[in-house]
């Protein structure tokens, strides 16, 4: 029976890889050309990325492996909306070369909660109400992949591309990313289970988890995407995070940080 167990284990990691390959070969013929290289990277190291849970509030602490054990990680935190045009072209683009290129130099935390507002106790977000239902369902796939980064960032990718392809006619577009990239999901994760989570007690947990993050910001965000990078804010130089993850790397373990920025251009 183990070996049985232990098989289905082993079929559904390589459909999972199979189906990931096929997304990053999708996204080469879109002129993302780098993104299948740094796909590559993280489909190599998968075997030795774990991801863990905070339990302080239940925030998200996923934990980077494979530096010596006097080196620390860059806690990046990433304040975002689900159908925010400029986080959407900021996360499938110098974002993703981050994760995929630096992804044992930081550790990354995704809140989808943004510019939402409470009102008379209902939220509001800046791009409609189907951006509070992307918001919920942005925090769900993380947590039901358990937080590891190689089963969700392909979802997370794909919506992005949507967005940024069909931004600003959005009418309908929770549904178009649910259709298209419900197969980016991980095995383990059926779409089912996200839309459960989405309009569910997790969900609501979950946002409610997000906004407390996003509140608690000091100095507050004004804008998104909103980056912080050890819990200081590095404003408007988003796109050239991959070098600020470099120099804060250095300076939080007072080395030189030619051993990161020579991943980058790897």
């Not at 309009?199 to 993050?213: E, F, I, V």
């Not at 796109?239 to 251009?265: F, P, Q, T």
Request: hydrophobic share 35%; glycine share 4%.
């Amino acid at each position: 029976r183990r070996l049985l167990v232990e098989r289905q284990k082993r079929r559904e990691e390589k459909r999972s890889e199979e189906k990931r390959e096929r997304f990053f070969d999708r996204m080469t013929e879109r002129n993302f050309g780098s993104v299948k290289k740094f796909a590559l990277v993280v489909l190599a190291a998968a075997l030795t990325l774990a991801l863990t849970t905070q339990t302080a509030l239940a925030v998200r602490q996923p934990r980077s492996e494979g530096l010596q054990a006097s080196s620390l990680p860059v806690q990046v935190d990433y304040y975002m909306e689900a159908l925010c045009p400029d986080c959407a072209a900021f996360g499938m683009g110098n974002l993703t070369d981050a994760v995929f290129k630096l992804g044992k130099y930081m550790k990354i935390n995704i809140y989808a909660y943004g510019n939402t507002q409470v009102v008379d106790k209902h939220y509001v977000c800046q791009h409609g109400h189907e951006e509070c239902f992307m918001n919920l369902v942005e925090n769900c796939v993380p947590y039901l992949s358990n937080y590891r980064l190689i089963d969700y960032w392909p979802f997370m990718m794909c919506a992005d591309e949507i967005v940024t392809d069909l931004y600003p006619n959005i009418t309908g577009i929770s549904g178009v990313i649910m259709k298209h990239c419900n197969n980016m999901l991980p095995e383990s994760v059926p779409e089912t289970a996200v839309i459960e989570c989405a309009g569910g007690a997790k969900g609501a947990q979950l946002l409610l988890q997000a906004r407390y993050k996003t509140d608690m910001l000091n100095p507050k965000h004004t804008y998104v995407p909103w980056v912080t990078l050890d819990t200081k804010p590095i404003y408007d130089k988003y796109n050239n995070i991959s070098e600020l993850i470099c120099e804060e790397w250095g300076v939080l373990n007072s080395r030189n940080s030619d051993e990161c920025r020579n991943a980058i251009y790897a």
